[in-house]
Structure formats: C-alpha cells, structure tokens
C-alpha cells in the first residue's frame, strides 16, 4: 500500500496530495461526528462531511503541497536547527492563521452563514489551540519528514485537528 502510495505520489504529487486531504478531513469530520458528539449514522450529517472533503481536497491539499514547496526552497539557512525554527515560525505565523480565516469563512459561505460572525465566534480560540499543537508537529515534520512526505504527516494528525476544527464549526451556528 505505501508503495503504491508512493508511486502515485511520484507521478501525480497534487493530485495525490489533495485526494488523500480529502479523505483525511472527511474522516476527521466522520470522527468528530460519531466519536464526538454521538449522534448516530441516522442523524450523520453526509453535508457536513461533504464540505469537509471539499475543503480538504479542493483548498487545504493543494495549498499545503505548495507551501511546503515554498518553504523548502525560500527558508535555507547554515544552522539545520535555525532553519527549522524559521520554517515553524513562518508556517505558523503564515499559513495557520491563514488557513484558519480561509477554513472558517469557507465553511460559513458553505453553510448560508456569516463568516464575520463566524469569525468574531471562534477564529481567537481556534487559532490559540491551533499554536499549543501544531508548532510541534511541523518542528518534527520539518525536521524528521522528507518533503514529498510533509502532506500526508500532517494529514494523519490533522484526523484529531480536524475532528476538533469540525466540532468546533459546528458549535458556532
């Protein structure tokens, strides 16, 4: 499976990329969903999953890809240690505060909702639980992970993330 995996990943990186963000963020919301909140197959919200795949494969996937592309070519410093701090940093500051915006606001277009109100309700706490994961997740990722690898580590730990994301969303309306 890994192999083949690899193999896909060698041919068609973005696409491969996107669709397994996708699939990730779907079974983060399935996650949240049934493991979470508890409400049962009957009452799954297949929607809610759907804007989730959506936003993984369509938005999350490929920005992410050409992002750690970005990093990997512009951030290169003597000091390795240095280097991962700077990644981190740029990553955080960057990229997570903007995806965060971009994932609330996408999902309340989505939904029929406000994304200002969306926004002002769970942008500060989202992003502030966001900094006590995630800078220790990339510092590994950037450190350990070979680049064509960095998507799908994230995405195997964005299954909690976005268990979480997809909780929190929901509880906004």
Not at 4 to 22: D, E, H, N, V
């Amino acid at each position: 499976m890994l192999r083949w995996y690899q193999s896909k990943l060698a041919q068609r990186p973005m696409l491969t990329q996107s669709i397994t963000t996708a699939v990730l963020f779907a079974t983060g919301d399935v996650m949240a969903q049934q493991a979470v909140e508890r409400v049962g197959i009957e009452k799954h919200n297949l929607a809610r999953t759907g804007r989730m795949a959506l936003y993984g494969g369509a938005v999350f996937g490929p920005a992410a890809t050409t992002w750690y592309r970005f990093l990997q070519s512009r951030i290169v410093l003597r000091n390795k240690n240095a280097e991962i701090v700077a990644k981190v940093a740029t990553d955080q500051c960057v990229f997570a505060s903007t995806n965060m915006f971009v994932f609330l606001s996408s999902m309340a277009i989505m939904e029929g909702g406000d994304p200002k109100e969306k926004l002002e309700s769970t942008y500060t706490t989202a992003l502030a639980k966001n900094w006590l994961v995630w800078p220790w997740v990339q510092a590994i990722n950037f450190k350990l992970v070979p680049l064509e690898h960095r998507v799908l580590v994230v995405n195997i730990v964005s299954l909690g993330w976005n268990c979480y994301l997809s909780y929190v969303n929901s509880q906004s309306k």
